[in-house]
């Protein structure tokens, strides 16, 4: 009965823990990605917030000969403009972020509280950004899909007959497809069953699937709903008519490109403020720099022909 009573009341690991002087991490934030894809556009300065996209009008009108050796009359003709071009505004991704004056005088070693919370809040932020410039209604690379620009799996799956489709789509300079981390997985699976595994390329340090030399960037903003996806196909860059992504350059607090923090103060309750915004858009410049496999069925495993996920 004494040993157990000593036993009760000896040192415990938890109890020891407190003393010890434990190596202490940064915050870890799980919902940290690479967002490649906001790596991989341009970016172009946008004066006033917003960016007009003036468009030629019938440019199959633009009339021109290759004339012959003689004294034919050569055509006259003119560049017409759209009317009504569209405009796109930039949107703001945005958050106050409060922190307690005493808590940052007492806690702020081995880690800054407020530089802390300020790098969690902006990673918060662009991550949305990054979801924002896929899936914004307005803005979002998938509502600006044109009609024509939208192509189905042959067969459901995704598979290199249906990229080769894609492709057909944006054929001028097409720099990457862009799809859901389960729609690659599905995509190996086909080309290792027909016996062409795909091969990889390095970018920022990491290896990617391709097909026909164009890298499957992978991102889980692409919704997944009902075991289907989507894959995207990008032309890029402002020289090459393709999509382009869009900031406000010379914000105050500026911190990187359309990004800024500003210090707002500090309440009667000794609360810290700062506003943290990030002032974003995208614009596709030709309907052909982006094109849309719609409706990709990423949950069939030929080995397993009864298995769905």
Same mark, same amino acid.
């Given at each position: 009965?004494?040993?157990?009573?000593?036993?009760?009341?000896?040192?415990?690991?938890? %109890?020891?823990?407190?003393?010890?002087?434990?190596?202490? +991490?940064?915050?870890?934030?799980?919902?940290?990605?690479?967002?490649?894809?906001?790596?991989?556009?341009?970016?172009?300065?946008?004066? %006033?917030?917003?960016? &007009? !996209?003036?468009?030629?009008?019938?440019?199959?009108?633009?009339?021109?000969?290759?004339?012959? &050796?003689?004294?034919?009359?050569?055509?006259?003709?003119?560049?017409?403009?759209?009317?009504?071009?569209?405009?796109?505004?930039?949107?703001?991704?945005? %958050?106050?972020?409060?922190?307690?004056?005493?808590?940052?005088? !007492? /806690? #702020? #070693?081995?880690?800054?509280? $407020?530089?802390?919370?300020? &790098?969690?809040?902006?990673?918060? $932020?662009?991550?949305?950004?990054?979801?924002?410039?896929?899936?914004?209604?307005? /803005?979002?690379?998938?509502?600006?899909?044109?009609? *024509?620009?939208?192509? /189905?799996?042959?067969?459901?799956?995704?598979?290199?007959?249906?990229?080769?489709?894609?492709? +057909?789509?944006?054929?001028?300079?097409? %720099?990457?497809?862009?799809?859901?981390?389960?729609?690659?997985?599905?995509?190996?699976?086909?080309?290792?069953?027909?016996?062409?595994?795909?091969?990889?390329?390095?970018?920022?340090?990491? *290896?990617?699937? +391709?097909?026909?030399?164009?890298? !499957?960037?992978?991102?889980?903003?692409?919704?997944?709903?009902?075991?289907?996806?989507?894959?995207?196909?990008?032309?890029?860059?402002?020289?090459? *008519?393709?999509?382009?992504?869009?900031?406000?350059?010379?914000?105050?607090?500026?911190?990187?490109?359309?990004?800024?923090?500003?210090?707002?103060?500090?309440?009667?309750?000794? $609360?810290?403020?700062?506003?943290?915004? !990030?002032?974003? #858009?995208?614009?596709?410049?030709?309907?052909?720099?982006?094109?849309?496999?719609?409706?990709?069925?990423?949950?069939?495993?030929?080995?397993?022909?009864? +298995?769905?996920?």
């Amino acid at each position: 009965m004494a040993d157990h009573d000593t036993a009760q009341l000896a040192l415990g690991d938890d %109890a020891a823990r407190q003393l010890a002087n434990a190596t202490k +991490t940064a915050p870890v934030l799980s919902t940290i990605s690479p967002r490649w894809l906001t790596h991989l556009l341009q970016w172009l300065p946008v004066e %006033a917030g917003i960016y &007009r !996209l003036n468009k030629v009008k019938n440019p199959q009108d633009v009339q021109v000969l290759c004339a012959q &050796r003689d004294e034919a009359e050569l055509p006259t003709t003119f560049v017409d403009y759209e009317e009504h071009p569209r405009e796109y505004f930039l949107n703001a991704v945005s %958050a106050v972020l409060d922190v307690h004056t005493r808590v940052s005088d !007492l /806690y #702020s #070693s081995p880690h800054d509280q $407020i530089k802390e919370q300020l &790098r969690l809040t902006i990673e918060t $932020i662009k991550e949305k950004q990054e979801s924002e410039l896929i899936n914004n209604p307005d /803005y979002g690379l998938i509502a600006n899909v044109a009609p *024509q620009q939208i192509i /189905y799996p042959l067969g459901g799956s995704p598979t290199p007959d249906d990229l080769d489709e894609l492709l +057909t789509k944006v054929w001028k300079e097409p %720099a990457f497809f862009l799809t859901s981390p389960l729609a690659i997985a599905a995509f190996g699976r086909e080309c290792t069953r027909r016996g062409v595994p795909p091969p990889t390329v390095s970018l920022f340090g990491s *290896q990617f699937l +391709t097909w026909r030399g164009i890298p !499957l960037i992978p991102s889980d903003k692409v919704p997944v709903s009902d075991g289907k996806t989507k894959i995207l196909l990008l032309r890029v860059g402002d020289k090459r *008519q393709g999509v382009v992504g869009l900031y406000q350059p010379g914000l105050t607090g500026e911190q990187s490109p359309g990004l800024s923090v500003r210090f707002m103060g500090i309440s009667r309750n000794a $609360i810290a403020s700062y506003l943290i915004s !990030l002032y974003c #858009s995208l614009a596709v410049q030709t309907e052909d720099a982006l094109a849309l496999l719609d409706d990709v069925e990423i949950g069939k495993y030929h080995d397993y022909p009864d +298995t769905y996920k």
